[in-house]
């Protein structure tokens, strides 16, 4: 019985250091490359990210043409929704926003090539950049342990 006490104590200790501390997140690979990734961060991006979309979707149905079909404008509502969504597991710390943030990059990347299908238009190219670095920055919040 006191071993099960000891081995609650530790636990309980252990989850109180993990929800006071600054996750930060930085592979090997890209130690000289990038600042390292904290949950603060990641949000941040993800915020950013979905107002950026916002505001190119906005720009798209207004724009016409290629710019307003319905695949490229379902995949920048999709971003918005995946950006807002992985926003409030990270904001709320939730234990599933490592598997929020893997889907929001997926949806990132696609948004961004979906950009960067009219990278003759400023607006688009600022979008896939933006959705680029959320997707990176949810690439490695996804794939911590």
Do not use: W
């Amino acid at each position: 019985m006191k071993k099960i006490f000891v081995l609650f104590t530790l636990m309980v200790g252990f989850f109180a250091l993990c929800a006071s501390s600054t996750i930060t997140v930085l592979p090997a690979s890209a130690q000289a490359k990038s600042a390292p990734v904290t949950m603060e961060s990641c949000l941040a991006t993800c915020r950013k990210c979905q107002k950026v979309c916002e505001n190119t979707l906005a720009y798209c149905k207004k724009k016409g043409g290629k710019h307003a079909e319905a695949k490229h404008i379902n995949v920048l509502k999709d971003c918005i929704q995946a950006c807002k969504t992985s926003a409030d597991f990270l904001s709320r710390n939730s234990e599933n926003h490592g598997k929020s943030c893997g889907l929001c990059a997926e949806i990132c990347k696609l948004c961004a090539q979906s950009c960067e299908a009219m990278s003759d238009d400023k607006q688009m190219k600022d979008c896939a950049a933006e959705c680029r670095k959320c997707a990176e920055s949810c690439d490695k919040m996804a794939s911590m342990k």
